[in-house]
Antibody, heavy 121, light 110 residues
Framework: QVHLQESGPGLVRPSETLFLTCTVS??????????WSWIRQSPGKGLEWIGC???????FYHPSLKGRVAIFLDASKNQFSMRLTSVTAADSAVYSC?????????????WGQGTLVGVSS | QFVLTQPPSVSAAPGQKVSISCSGS????????VSWYQQLPGTAPKLLIY???RRPSGIPARFSGSKSGTSATLGITGLQTGDEADYFC????????????FGSGTRVTV
């Protein structure tokens, strides 16, 4: 069973860069079986898929964030991370890391508990 | 904002049944697989259904999924107070570099 745990700052200033890390256990981020993903949820709102990274190097990002977001793997630490630049108040949300099997019928079976990020000066 | 459309809320009495719809397009539901997620208050989403209608180990048979064309439905029978939660549909997506999309979410009240 894959276990995920997010870490990062709870508060970021407007225009600065948000950096979050997800520590993985129960699987290797080098495995080609998963897309390692980030998903966010604004207070009282629905789930927004941010993007994902596959060990092959393929990355996919939501068009609304493209240019500001990057997701990358650190196999030495078995972690994957997300960088979001030029944040605004609209980026305040609970950010969750998640893993989905590359089998196209799969769903997101593994989630981190989520970490609340606020954007404020 | 959300690619997949769900009703904001549904409600029913304990022991009754509810159905939650999820409407998409040929870029997602119409040509891909649907999953459903349950999010209890203050917790991470939990996978209820994948592959349109399959349940992961440990998910009761009270939860069922179906798909027809560009729409999908989650059914919950024998409602329990513990089923009060937000439910989201999700689907792989074939367009615009977006690999996966979620629905707007439905609040179930028992």
């Amino acid at each position: 069973q894959v276990h995920l745990q997010e870490s990062g700052p709870g508060l970021v200033r407007p225009s600065e860069t948000l950096f979050l890390t997800c520590t993985v256990s129960g699987a290797s981020v080098s495995s080609d079986s998963y897309y390692w993903s980030w998903i966010r949820q604004s207070p009282g709102k629905g789930l927004e898929w941010i993007g994902c990274h596959h060990s092959s190097g393929s990355t996919f990002y939501h068009p609304s964030l493209k240019g500001r977001v990057a997701i990358f793997l650190d196999a030495s630490k078995n972690q994957f991370s997300m960088r979001l630049t030029s944040v605004t108040a609209a980026d305040s949300a609970v950010y969750s890391c998640a893993a989905i099997l590359t089998a196209i019928a799969a769903g997101y079976a593994s989630w981190g508990q989520g970490t609340l990020v606020g954007v404020s000066s | 904002q959300f690619v997949l459309t769900q009703p904001p809320s549904v409600s029913a009495a304990p022991g009754q049944k509810v159905s939650i719809s999820c409407s998409g397009s040929s870029s997602n539901i119409g040509n891909n697989y649907v999953s459903w997620y349950q999010q209890l208050p203050g917790t991470a989403p939990k996978l209820l259904i994948y592959d349109n209608n399959r349940r992961p180990s440990g998910i009761p048979a009270r939860f069922s999924g179906s798909k027809s064309g560009t729409s999908a439905t989650l059914g919950i029978t024998g409602l329990q107070t513990g089923d009060e939660a937000d439910y989201f549909c999700g689907s792989w997506n074939s367009g615009e570099n977006v690999l996966y999309v979620f629905g707007s979410g439905t609040r179930v009240t028992v």
